[in-house]
């Protein structure tokens, strides 16, 4: 391809339209993101390569909790990468321990299985659980079951999308891999009918994300509980964007008074700087794996720990689940006044709400592309789903000029 670039010797692109057409002739076209190619960031806004600025609504799908660059953790990353960055799990290192004790006792678990993404998070606990199942249920080897929700989002893996509800990550990806058994989401009658003696475990977001920002009915993660208690099977909560401080609480599960089995940790963990993900969870369902038995090169490397390490430190504050819930309010209080005035419905909890279109009205695709030219960066899911989850460094007059130019944009 040819680019129209002010630095043809180099090939370096000379605007945002240049870097964009090498996206498109030279990457997968898994992805359709809005025109703006970033090029620096801090806090809660990013700088495009034309110099103006956006104030960041997304916050990387919670990857970015505590924003772009956030100074402790740059530090922390700085620091580990002048010592060193990889081992392997081959060797110990001076930052595992000390990663797993702390998320440990900052979650209130017993036991950490570092890995990287949050589709091998969730990879790994469907792994811990079956091997569970075989080895202290008595659940013949190959027949374990999974009880999952519909409209789920768990990541894009063949195991993962074999038990998705949407069509579009499902398509021509088959044969999908057995042993999971799809119920309605917050229909807890439909959850423990759906249980066998084959039953290893029930895999639950505590709010589905994907889905449009949707919050179960009022008891529904404790009458999942009961349910597992009753039936001895495990609760696993994916809390990979609902975690560390999104909602308001350290896990979305706190709100309910509900403790998991096991958990998945991912996204905010690696503090927007490296993918760092996390089972955690109860040392006799994760002390199942043995050596050789499940393992990632990468996973839990010094780097990661070193940042992950800095993220439980902001975390143990308190801060960060301070300012969702108290800016969460604020926001969810004037998202609520367009309700009837271009927006149908508004739902979530803290720093996070799914803003359902009227119909009539944009597309979430339109919408998202009408805030992007007037300065903020959101995204569709859904088609008519605005998701909003700015970074929790968000000021409050930042959060203000934001949420006016969604009503801008969908008031009418």
């Known amino acids: ?37 970033i090029s620096h960031a801090e806090g ?8 103006r600025r956006y104030l960041d609504f997304l916050a990387g799908y919670s990857a970015l909790n505590f924003g772009h660059r956030h100074p402790a953790l740059v ?23 000390l990663f797993c004790r702390e998320l440990a006792e900052l979650t209130g678990t017993e036991m950490v299985l570092p890995m990287n993404s949050g589709a091998e998070a ?30 789920n989002f768990h990541g894009r893996t063949t195991t993962v999308v074999s038990f998705s509800t949407d069509p579009v990550a499902r398509a ?5 891999t057995p042993g999971f058994t799809v119920v309605k989401y917050g229909d ?30 009022a008891g529904y993660l404790r009458e999942v509980r009961r349910i597992c208690d009753e039936h001895g099977v495990l609760m696993i909560a994916d809390e990979i964007q609902s975690g560390l ?15 998991a089995d096991l958990y998945t940790l991912g996204k905010a963990l690696g503090g927007g700087i490296v993918p760092v993900s996390a089972v955690i969870g109860r040392r006799d369902v994760l002390g199942v794996l043995r050596p050789g038995q499940h393992g990632s090169t990468f996973g839990g490397n010094p780097l990661a720990c070193a940042v992950g390490r800095a993220v439980i430190r902001l975390l143990a504050t308190g801060e960060f689940q301070r300012r969702s819930r108290e800016l969460g309010a604020h926001l969810h209080a004037r998202l609520g006044e367009l309700v009837g005035a271009g927006v149908a419905e508004v739902r979530g909890r ?10 009539g009205g944009p597309t979430g695709r339109q919408a998202s592309e009408a805030l992007a030219a007037r300065g903020v960066l959101c995204k569709e899911t859904q088609d008519t789903t605005l998701r909003v989850a700015p970074p929790l460094v968000i000021s409050r007059d930042e959060l203000d000029r934001g949420i006016d130019t969604i009503a801008e944009v969908l008031t009418r």
Not at 172 to 176: D, I, N, R, V, Y
Not at 246 to 259: I, K, P, S
């Open 1 to 37: 391809m040819t680019l129209t670039a002010d630095h043809p010797a180099t090939g370096t692109p000379g605007g945002a339209a240049d870097y964009i057409a090498l996206d498109e002739h030279w990457s997968t076209h898994n992805y359709h993101p809005l025109p703006v190619v």
């Open 44 to 51: 809660a806004w990013v700088t495009d390569v034309t110099g």
């Open 75 to 97: 530090a922390a990353a700085t620091e580990q990468l002048g010592r060193v960055t990889l081992t392997s799990r081959a060797f110990h290192h001076d930052q595992f321990g």
């Open 122 to 151: 969730v990879e790994s606990a469907l792994k811990v659980a079956r091997k569970w199942a075989h080895e202290v249920r008595g659940v013949p080897d190959g027949t374990a079951e999974i009880v999952v929700a519909a409209s």
């Open 172 to 176: 021509g990806f088959g044969p999908f």
């Open 188 to 217: 807890a009658a439909a959850m423990a009918a759906a249980i066998t003696e084959r039953t290893a475990a029930v895999l639950v977001e505590p709010i589905q994300g994907e889905a449009g920002v949707i919050v179960p009915p």
């Open 245 to 259: 401080a999104r909602t308001g609480d350290l896990l979305a599960c706190d709100h309910d008074g509900v403790r």
């Open 350 to 359: 803290g720093l996070w709400a799914g803003v359902e279109i009227s119909p």
